[in-house]
């Protein structure tokens, strides 16, 4: 079988499959557990923790929260970010409909605003400071379309977030393993993934946050638990997390990969053009 639709999900790379096996037959144990098993567990747990940070330019292990998907990482990103003060939830109007129907969740009466795309996809950023400089706004906004494969000027539309005082949250599902991806340079407030989008296992979401001192958020978690520095309740899948971790270290030879891929994609459109001429 030839497998095309990379978009919805990716095959788990077979280091990653053999590491989800060697965790479920070696590391029984429940990471919060008290004993040496539970230990064996945790020190796993935290391991993979400090790889899918350092693979994704992340300063502290800390500020890696896993969940189960791109949805709970995008909903629990809205849950801890909704501050009392914000008083509307601005979106792009190409977002992907967990990021939609998250904030309908979470607006709780807010104002929801979408800010227009050009014909071609590209980010109106005038429209995006016109909204968010005139109430205190919480912004979400994709890397990558999962439409269109357009890559948005995250960094443009944190520095407008920035001067407004807006909180931002950045949708990187898509974007993880088809470009390069430092969480810290995005320069947001969170930042959400899910592992089987770049050849890691089903069931492990991440969401970054940009504060290694938790505290100083203002909302309340999506999942109650002592869990996850209390951000995230529920006993984590520890195999898909370990296989995860792989997966971001495999991260590595994205370029290389990338550039192999677009290499094609280019001798594709010359063999397309020649044949047309003819």
Same mark, same amino acid.
């Given at each position: 079988?030839?497998?095309?639709?990379?978009?919805?999900?990716?095959?788990?790379?077979?280091?990653?499959?053999?590491?989800?096996?060697?965790?479920?037959?070696?590391?029984?144990?429940?990471?919060?557990?008290?004993? &040496?098993?539970? $230990?064996?567990?945790?020190?796993?747990?935290?391991?993979?923790?400090?790889?899918?940070?350092?693979?994704?330019?992340?300063?502290?292990?800390?500020?890696?929260?896993?969940?189960?998907?791109?949805?709970?990482?995008?909903? $629990?990103?809205?849950?801890?970010?909704?501050?009392?003060?914000?008083?509307?939830?601005?979106?792009?109007?190409?977002?992907?409909?967990?990021?939609?129907?998250?904030?309908?969740?979470?607006?709780?009466?807010?104002?929801?605003?979408?800010?227009?795309?050009?014909?071609?996809?590209?980010?109106?950023?005038?429209?995006?400071?016109?909204?968010?400089?005139?109430?205190?706004?919480?912004?979400?906004?994709?890397?990558?379309?999962?439409? $269109?494969?357009?890559?948005?000027?995250?960094?443009?539309?944190?520095?407008?977030?920035?001067? &407004?005082?807006?909180?931002?949250?950045?949708?990187?599902?898509?974007?993880?393993?088809?470009?390069?991806?430092?969480?810290?340079?995005?320069?947001?407030?969170?930042? &959400?993934?899910?592992?089987?989008?770049?050849?890691?296992?089903?069931?492990?979401?991440?969401?970054?946050?940009? %504060?290694?001192?938790?505290?100083?958020?203002?909302?309340?978690?999506?999942?109650?638990?002592?869990?996850?520095?209390?951000?995230?309740?529920?006993?984590?899948?520890?195999?898909?997390?370990?296989? $995860?971790?792989?997966?971001?270290?495999?991260?590595?030879?994205?370029?290389?990969?990338?550039?192999?891929?677009?290499?094609?994609?280019?001798?594709?459109?010359?063999? %397309?053009?020649?044949?047309?001429?003819?």
């Amino acid at each position: 079988m030839i497998y095309l639709d990379n978009n919805a999900t990716t095959h788990a790379l077979p280091e990653v499959i053999r590491a989800v096996a060697d965790t479920l037959e070696h590391y029984p144990g429940n990471p919060s557990s008290a004993h &040496s098993v539970g $230990t064996a567990a945790r020190k796993m747990l935290e391991s993979a923790r400090e790889k899918i940070a350092a693979g994704f330019g992340v300063s502290e292990a800390s500020q890696v929260i896993f969940t189960s998907s791109g949805t709970e990482s995008i909903n $629990t990103a809205f849950s801890l970010l909704m501050r009392k003060n914000i008083a509307q939830i601005v979106l792009s109007s190409v977002e992907h409909s967990a990021v939609l129907q998250a904030a309908t969740r979470w607006a709780d009466g807010r104002t929801i605003r979408h800010v227009p795309v050009s014909s071609d996809g590209i980010l109106d950023l005038d429209v995006l400071n016109r909204h968010i400089t005139a109430s205190p706004s919480l912004v979400s906004l994709s890397l990558a379309n999962n439409e $269109t494969g357009v890559i948005s000027d995250i960094h443009a539309a944190a520095q407008i977030c920035r001067r &407004s005082g807006a909180l931002l949250h950045v949708d990187a599902v898509q974007a993880a393993g088809k470009i390069p991806l430092n969480l810290a340079e995005l320069d947001c407030d969170a930042a &959400s993934l899910a592992a089987h989008k770049f050849h890691g296992p089903p069931g492990c979401g991440i969401l970054f946050l940009s %504060t290694p001192n938790l505290r100083q958020l203002a909302g309340h978690p999506l999942l109650p638990g002592h869990q996850e520095h209390g951000l995230r309740g529920g006993t984590q899948n520890l195999p898909a997390i370990v296989g $995860t971790a792989v997966a971001v270290e495999s991260l590595r030879d994205c370029a290389s990969r990338l550039a192999a891929v677009s290499a094609l994609c280019i001798d594709v459109s010359k063999a %397309t053009t020649s044949r047309t001429e003819t």
